[in-house]
Antibody
């Protein structure tokens, strides 16, 4: 079964750090671009970061310089290192696979990140 | 950044009726548009990519159309399981990838 499973969410104080993980199974992980997308409670979807098969990375301005996406193909794993966290980063974070033609065809169940003192 | 605008924000429809959802891009995205369905507490589910191609396992009652800046998702005869929030997303010009704000389809 093709599956993505996120972990690592939790409660963190403003200014703190957290590392999210996403375990992939059922497909050739190294062959796909992978992304993180977040959703604040009751709000819409917001793209957070992307990593290509060659390790190229992309971020929106809202997280650039604070978040780092990485992958470890040998472990079929995707990561998101989040530093200098703010209250506005509070959301459910999903990892998602980008198919070709581009669209997110596989999503994890999400992991909740709460930034609060 | 390409801004995606969805309308209406909420659509009240009776089961069996047709639902038409709109998505507008602030500049042309060609046919590089996807639609997702999201139910409460669940991850989004891919419905349509390339503006009009149904994803694997998606029922034929879901159809997408449009190109450039104007797109439509049509649900031909709403079933109970179709009441959800729907998002459009462009991948023509990124970063950033951008989503619309969503349309909630609720029972009338």
């Amino acid at each position: 079964e093709v599956q993505l499973v996120e972990s690592g969410g939790g409660l963190v104080q403003p200014g703190g750090s957290l590392r999210l993980s996403c375990a992939a199974s059922g497909f050739t992980f190294s062959s796909y671009d992978m992304h993180w997308v977040r959703q604040a409670t009751g709000k819409g979807l917001e793209w957070v970061s992307a990593i290509g098969t060659a390790g190229d990375t992309y971020y929106p301005g809202s997280v650039k310089g604070r978040f780092t996406i990485s992958r470890e193909n040998a472990k079929n794993s995707l990561y998101l290192q989040m530093n200098s966290l703010r209250a506005g980063d509070t959301a459910v974070y999903y990892c998602a696979r980008l198919r070709v033609p581009p669209a997110f065809d596989i999503w994890g169940q999400g992991t909740m990140v709460t930034v609060s003192s | 950044e390409i801004v995606m605008t969805q309308s209406p924000a909420t659509l009240s429809v009776s089961p069996g009726e047709r639902a038409t959802l709109s998505c507008r891009a602030s500049q042309s995205v060609s046919s590089d548009l996807a639609w997702y369905q999201q139910k409460p507490g669940k991850a989004p589910r891919l419905l349509i990519y390339g503006a009009s191609t149904r994803a694997t396992g998606i029922p034929a009652r879901f159809s997408g159309s449009g190109s450039g800046t104007e797109f439509t998702l049509t649900i031909s005869s709403l079933q109970s399981e179709d009441f959800a929030v729907y998002y459009c997303q462009q991948y023509n010009n990124w970063p950033p990838l951008t989503f619309g704000g969503g349309t909630k389809v609720e029972i009338k």
